[in-house]
């Protein structure tokens, strides 16, 4: 199991919202976050996106693919324009996911589609860190993001039978391709990534996510990979940005929080589930990573 896929499942990433609008005219519009990732597909015509952080806003045209992640963001036909959150301006218009305001008298359109994917639980985090605030990708005629996102956006127009579970799944691939492309263009790439195309460190990295519970130790990593312990340890380091058994942790205790705030099972079989051969040595674990014990911990969700 590579780690994207890991973190993609046990993340339970799954498509929260869809619509499709065509818009006339002058027109801005402004979209929270609260968590989620923010995917925007332009059809056709072109409008400016930017975040409430500083900077300038950015052209987008026909066929870029929007990210957005973590910070509110917005769409505007032209760059400045005062923005009306989406809910308020689109939201009485939409019907079957559809919505079109204004007339062509209006002025030119602009038709675009929006996709919000929700993370539940924490585990994301590795993933959405990776991503600036707002990624514009260009994706050429004929590339498989392009023929996703038009398929996503002719999907969005009617109601098939199975149309919610087919735009989760073209959502899906929509994000995965989106990340594919970033990750493709970018000096930015998150070390995990890196060392899947990396073939000294590829196999080590899909052991771990594939068994976390499995008792690794840095000799056994290194002939997964036939490198000595020191040659793999040193490299594991350089590309992925921590040693081989601090990642584990990091991973087993990711793990292990998921399973303390959605779950009532007993630390003794949440330890024995990300690879502790007691709750006291889980306990340990925890809390030299988070500074608080497990039931602590679980205690604080909770509330």
Request: aromatic residues 8%.
């Amino acid at each position: 199991m590579d780690v994207l896929t890991d973190l993609l499942q046990r993340s339970r990433a799954r498509g929260a919202a869809f619509s499709r609008s065509t818009l006339h005219g002058q027109w801005g519009l402004r979209f929270p976050v609260n968590g989620a990732l923010a995917i925007h597909a332009i059809v056709d015509g072109e409008m400016y996106a930017w975040t409430d952080d500083p900077g300038r806003p950015i052209r987008v045209a026909g066929g870029d693919v929007l990210l957005l992640r973590a910070s509110p963001h917005h769409l505007a036909s032209a760059p400045g324009l005062p923005t009306v959150a989406f809910q308020d301006l689109i939201g009485p218009a939409l019907v079957a996911r559809r919505a079109t305001l204004g007339r062509p008298s209006d002025g030119p359109a602009a038709d675009f589609c929006c996709g919000a994917y929700l993370f539940d639980g924490d585990l994301s985090t590795p993933l959405l860190d990776s991503l600036p605030d707002l990624v514009r990708l260009r994706p050429a005629a004929g590339s498989p993001l392009r023929v996703t996102v038009d398929l996503l956006a002719a999907e969005m127009v009617g109601e098939g039978p199975g149309q919610q579970a087919l735009l989760d799944r073209l959502l899906d691939v929509t994000l995965v391709q989106s990340l594919r492309a970033w990750f493709a263009q970018t000096e930015q790439v998150p070390g995990w990534f890196r060392a899947l195309d990396d073939p000294s460190l590829g196999t080590a990295l899909r052991a771990i996510h594939a068994d976390p519970a499995h008792p690794w130790t840095v000799a056994e990593l290194a002939r997964l990979t036939s490198q000595s312990r020191s040659s793999f340890a040193r490299r594991f380091t350089e590309v992925v940005g921590t040693p081989p058994l601090q990642y584990l942790t990091d991973w087993r205790i990711a793990l292990a929080r998921e399973r303390l705030r959605d779950t009532r099972d007993p630390l003794s079989a949440i330890a024995a589930e990300v690879g502790y051969a007691s709750e006291f040595s889980f306990a340990s674990a925890f809390k030299r990573r988070t500074g608080t014990s497990p039931g602590r911990w679980r205690a604080q969700q909770a509330s």
